[in-house]
């Protein structure tokens, strides 16, 4: 299903223009959760689409791969609240997969917007 999912995402075009992020009070952005079967291929596969199986969701999922989502020309990530706030801190220091979405924000990775709401 990924594959498939892939070759149709690779046939729209080679890069997505703009792309939105939300991120969980446990690092998870994209459907990478910590500690979850699939989160290495989603950090490190190079298939725009990969299978992530969540244990703190309850349903198996589709997500954009790092590679796809660091190809987007424009990025953005979506915050809300104090308990978000100390995670994107934390996640700011290093990548970690304990916090996916520091794969998202660590330098190298370039630039990316983050909308910061109380």
């Known amino acids: 299903m990924a594959e498939r999912a892939s070759q149709r995402l690779r046939a729209l075009g080679p890069v997505i223009d703009v792309l939105l992020l939300g991120m969980g009070e446990d690092g998870h952005t994209a459907s990478w959760f910590p500690d979850s079967p699939g989160l290495h291929e989603a950090l490190h596969g190079m ?3 990969v ?3 969540p244990r703190t969701a ?3 999922r589709l997500t954009l791969s790092r590679a796809c989502v660091l ?4 990025r953005h990530l979506a915050l809300t609240g104090a308990a978000k706030l100390a995670v994107y801190q934390r996640a700011l220091q290093a990548p970690s997969p304990e916090f996916p979405v520091s794969f998202v924000l660590e330098r190298a990775a370039g630039p990316i917007d983050v909308w910061m709401a109380p």
């Open 71 to 74: 190809a987007a020309r424009h």
């Open 47 to 49: 298939q725009p689409v």
């Open 58 to 60: 309850a349903h198996p």
């Open 51 to 53: 299978f992530t199986q």
